[in-house]
């Protein structure tokens, strides 16, 4: 598969990711970072600020970091050229959600709760919904849809184009904090307390839900009619797509932290005792 290589100076880099704005502002920002050269490349790069006390001097300073993914091109590595900052976006609060884009819009969803629209080309805010709840990891935009878990479990999905809601859920006794998965007409979601659900990606109706007695900080992944994750008991599962049954489990050295892949044979994790693991797909040998 062709990939592309970008150059891109390390004083960038460290413009990307750690910004020092005027101590009198308090906003969240979404940043668009464009490359000045033909055919370039976008960023939308989430950055919040934070109140910090330095040792030497009395007063406070305000510095602005980037803690959320930054949103580009797939099979592209961004290292060298010069960027611009074409516009900044205020958002209400904090944003860790890596932002997701069509061709024309870029969303954003908020530790606040709140998920904004807003255009690419000028940065101005098309719309915004209050959910009521916050948003970290779980959001998710495919075939204009936006699929979104919050803090205190509840599951929904908005038309991106005017962001209407389509439908919605909720675990009570759930948090759901990383990246969904979609699959067919499936959306996936693994909540932290350890419950991995299946919806019907159009109206929201529970397919299946399986129950881990450990809380589970993985996303999950799907490939050859399988759902992958990993949790806190050691052990990393493989469910049916559709029934959500285990069709095989490995137990690893330590807790499974880290979010999986998978290609058409094997699936690819990593636990906190730092051994990294590959296993076959079909009985996870």
Not at 194 to 206: K, Q, R, S
Request: aromatic share 14%; proline share 4%; net charge positive.
């Amino acid at each position: 598969m062709k990939r592309n290589i970008v150059l891109f100076a390390p004083i960038l880099l460290l413009l990307i990711a750690y910004v020092n704005l005027n101590a009198r502002t308090s906003a969240r920002i979404i940043y668009y970072l464009d490359q000045k050269s033909a055919g370039s490349p976008t960023y939308f790069v989430a950055a919040s600020q934070k109140q910090t006390q330095t040792q030497t001097k009395p007063q406070t300073q305000t510095q602005t970091q980037a803690e959320s993914q930054s949103q580009s091109q797939p099979q592209t590595l961004y290292i060298g050229f010069p960027v611009e900052l074409k516009w900044k976006y205020r958002t209400n609060s904090p944003i860790i959600a890596q932002p997701q884009t069509d061709s024309t819009t870029v969303y954003v969803a908020t530790k606040g709760g709140y998920i904004h629209r807003v255009k690419q080309d000028d940065g101005t805010g098309v719309w915004k919904f209050n959910l009521g709840d916050g948003v970290e990891d779980a959001f998710l935009l495919n075939n204009g849809v936006l699929y979104v878990g919050t803090q205190r479990g509840f599951l929904f999905a908005f038309r991106a184009d005017n962001g209407k809601q389509i439908w919605s859920q909720r675990l009570s006794e759930e948090s759901f904090l990383t990246f969904p998965a979609i699959s067919g007409n499936y959306v996936y979601f693994v909540g932290v307390h350890g419950t991995i659900v299946c919806l019907n990606a159009e109206d929201g109706d529970f397919i299946w839900k399986f129950k881990v007695n450990a809380d589970c900080l993985t996303a999950p992944f799907v490939q050859n009619g399988l759902v992958f994750a990993g949790c806190n008991d050691r052990n990393f599962y493989a469910l049916d797509a559709k029934a959500g049954f285990v069709k095989w489990k490995y137990i690893a050295g330590a807790e499974v932290a880290g979010s999986p892949i998978a290609n058409n044979e094997c699936v690819f994790f990593g636990s906190d005792d730092g051994y990294f693991y590959c296993l076959r797909i079909d009985n996870g040998k």
